[in-house]
Protein backbone atom coordinates (compact mmCIF):
# COMPACT_ATOMS: atom_id res chain seq x y z
CA UNK A 1 0.00 0.00 0.00
CA UNK A 2 1.24 3.57 -0.71
CA UNK A 3 1.97 5.57 2.43
CA UNK A 4 -1.14 8.06 1.41
CA UNK A 5 -3.39 5.33 1.90
CA UNK A 6 -1.78 4.04 5.01
CA UNK A 7 -2.21 7.25 6.82
CA UNK A 8 -6.03 7.94 5.55
CA UNK A 9 -6.89 4.10 7.22
CA UNK A 10 -4.95 4.97 10.48
CA UNK A 11 -6.73 8.55 10.83
CA UNK A 12 -10.51 6.99 10.25
CA UNK A 13 -9.43 4.19 12.16
CA UNK A 14 -7.99 6.85 15.24
CA UNK A 15 -11.38 8.79 14.12
CA UNK A 16 -13.82 5.70 14.83
CA UNK A 17 -12.04 4.86 18.47
CA UNK A 18 -12.71 7.92 19.03
CA UNK A 19 -15.99 7.71 18.45
CA UNK A 20 -16.61 4.93 20.24
CA UNK A 21 -15.29 6.54 23.18
CA UNK A 22 -17.58 9.27 23.30
CA UNK A 23 -20.65 7.06 22.77
CA UNK A 24 -20.25 3.95 24.60
CA UNK A 25 -20.37 6.18 27.74
CA UNK A 26 -23.30 8.14 26.34
CA UNK A 27 -25.01 5.01 25.85
CA UNK A 28 -24.28 3.09 29.52
CA UNK A 29 -25.66 6.58 31.08
CA UNK A 30 -28.74 6.06 29.10
CA UNK A 31 -29.90 2.99 30.64
CA UNK A 32 -32.63 3.40 33.85
CA UNK A 33 -32.12 2.08 36.64
CA UNK A 34 -35.40 3.54 37.89
CA UNK A 35 -39.02 3.11 37.42
CA UNK A 36 -42.67 4.51 36.86
CA UNK A 37 -46.18 3.80 38.24
CA UNK A 38 -49.56 5.04 36.74
CA UNK A 39 -53.36 4.07 37.05
CA UNK A 40 -56.95 5.23 37.61
CA UNK A 41 -58.39 5.92 39.87
CA UNK A 42 -62.57 4.94 39.34
CA UNK A 43 -65.73 4.92 41.91
CA UNK A 44 -67.54 1.95 42.67
CA UNK A 45 -69.66 2.64 39.47
CA UNK A 46 -66.76 2.49 37.11
CA UNK A 47 -66.82 6.08 36.70
CA UNK A 48 -63.76 7.92 36.67
CA UNK A 49 -62.50 10.20 39.17
CA UNK A 50 -60.81 13.34 38.39
CA UNK A 51 -58.93 14.84 41.13
CA UNK A 52 -58.48 12.22 43.31
CA UNK A 53 -55.10 12.84 45.38
CA UNK A 54 -52.89 9.75 45.00
CA UNK A 55 -50.01 9.53 47.35
CA UNK A 56 -47.07 7.34 47.09
CA UNK A 57 -44.91 6.91 50.03
CA UNK A 58 -41.54 4.53 50.35
CA UNK A 59 -40.91 3.73 54.42
CA UNK A 60 -37.38 2.58 53.80
CA UNK A 61 -36.15 5.54 52.29
CA UNK A 62 -39.01 8.58 53.53
CA UNK A 63 -39.69 9.26 50.52
CA UNK A 64 -43.70 10.86 49.39
CA UNK A 65 -44.96 12.28 46.67
CA UNK A 66 -48.66 13.43 45.68
CA UNK A 67 -50.52 13.73 42.83
CA UNK A 68 -53.91 14.33 41.56
CA UNK A 69 -55.56 12.25 38.91
CA UNK A 70 -56.46 14.28 35.55
CA UNK A 71 -59.51 14.42 33.53
CA UNK A 72 -59.83 11.00 32.61
CA UNK A 73 -58.77 9.72 36.19
CA UNK A 74 -55.41 9.16 35.21
CA UNK A 75 -52.14 9.75 37.64
CA UNK A 76 -48.61 8.87 37.21
CA UNK A 77 -45.09 9.15 39.53
CA UNK A 78 -42.72 8.77 36.90
CA UNK A 79 -38.78 8.78 37.74
CA UNK A 80 -38.92 6.38 41.05
CA UNK A 81 -36.22 4.41 42.86
CA UNK A 82 -37.27 0.84 42.79
CA UNK A 83 -38.25 -0.28 46.09
CA UNK A 84 -41.45 -0.73 48.50
CA UNK A 85 -44.32 2.00 48.26
CA UNK A 86 -47.47 2.17 49.43
CA UNK A 87 -50.33 4.12 47.03
CA UNK A 88 -53.20 5.64 48.69
CA UNK A 89 -56.03 7.20 46.42
CA UNK A 90 -58.90 9.46 47.65
CA UNK A 91 -61.28 11.16 46.65
CA UNK A 92 -63.81 13.49 48.46
CA UNK A 93 -67.02 11.86 49.99
CA UNK A 94 -65.28 8.57 48.83
CA UNK A 95 -63.39 6.13 51.16
CA UNK A 96 -59.55 6.18 50.18
CA UNK A 97 -57.78 2.78 49.48
CA UNK A 98 -54.66 2.15 50.04
CA UNK A 99 -52.18 -0.70 48.24
CA UNK A 100 -48.80 -2.14 48.72
CA UNK A 101 -46.52 -2.82 45.70
CA UNK A 102 -43.00 -3.62 45.01
CA UNK A 103 -41.98 -1.48 42.20
CA UNK A 104 -39.08 -2.87 40.22
CA UNK A 105 -36.30 -1.28 37.92
CA UNK A 106 -36.95 -0.83 34.48
CA UNK A 107 -40.80 -2.10 34.82
CA UNK A 108 -43.41 0.11 35.15
CA UNK A 109 -46.49 -0.88 37.15
CA UNK A 110 -50.30 0.28 36.63
CA UNK A 111 -52.37 0.05 39.51
CA UNK A 112 -55.99 0.79 39.36
CA UNK A 113 -58.15 2.37 42.58
CA UNK A 114 -62.05 1.61 42.77
CA UNK A 115 -63.67 3.98 45.67
CA UNK A 116 -66.31 3.16 47.38
CA UNK A 117 -68.17 5.91 49.25
CA UNK A 118 -67.19 6.12 52.86
CA UNK A 119 -69.37 4.80 55.55
CA UNK A 120 -70.46 7.58 58.35
CA UNK A 121 -70.74 6.96 61.70
CA UNK A 122 -73.17 8.55 63.98
CA UNK A 123 -73.49 7.62 67.50
CA UNK A 124 -77.15 9.42 68.50
CA UNK A 125 -78.08 9.05 72.44
CA UNK A 126 -81.26 9.15 72.93
CA UNK A 127 -83.27 9.86 76.47
CA UNK A 128 -86.35 10.11 77.63
CA UNK A 129 -88.14 11.26 80.85
CA UNK A 130 -91.05 10.68 82.58
CA UNK A 131 -93.56 12.87 83.45
CA UNK A 132 -94.50 13.47 86.90
Known sequence: MKKANMHFLT???????LLACVLVPITMCSQ???????G???DSSGAVLPGAVVTLD?????FHATTQSD???????AQL???TYEITAQAKDLGEQVKVAQLLV????TIAFILSVKSVAETVNVSA???L
Open 129 to 131: RRK
Open 81 to 83: APG
Open 40 to 42: TVQ
Open 58 to 62: NKSNG
Open 32 to 38: SSTTSLS
Open 11 to 17: TVRTGLI
Open 106 to 109: SQPA
Open 71 to 77: AKGQYEF
